[in-house]
C-alpha cells in the first residue's frame, strides 16, 4: 500500500502505517519494497498492525 510506505519514509523512526477507504491496513518500512509491507489485513488486524509495528521499530523478527 503506498500510503504506509510513504508514511514510513516521511517517519523518523522508518514504520508507517496506513489505512485505505475500503479497510485495508498495511505496516511498512522505509527499506522494504513498496509492494511488500511488513503486514497487509483488514482493519480487525489493528492489534496486530500494532505489535508488527513495535518489533518493526525495535528490530525484532515478525512472528
Given at each position: 500500500?503506498?500510503?504506509?510506505?510513504?508514511?514510513?519514509r516521511?517517519?523518523?523512526?522508518?514504520v508507517?502505517v496506513?489505512?485505505?477507504?475500503?479497510?485495508?491496513?498495511?505496516?511498512?518500512?522505509?527499506?522494504?519494497p513498496a509492494?511488500h509491507?511488513?503486514?497487509e489485513?483488514d482493519?480487525?488486524?489493528g492489534?496486530?498492525?500494532?505489535?508488527?509495528?513495535a518489533?518493526v521499530?525495535?528490530?525484532?523478527?515478525?512472528?
Open positions: 500500500m503506498e500510503l504506509a510506505h510513504a508514511a514510513a516521511d517517519s523518523r523512526l522508518s508507517g496506513g489505512v485505505s477507504a475500503d479497510g485495508t491496513l498495511a505496516v511498512h518500512h522505509a527499506q522494504l509492494d509491507p511488513a503486514l489485513g482493519a480487525a488486524d492489534r496486530r498492525a500494532g505489535r508488527v509495528a518489533r521499530v525495535t528490530g525484532l523478527p515478525l512472528t
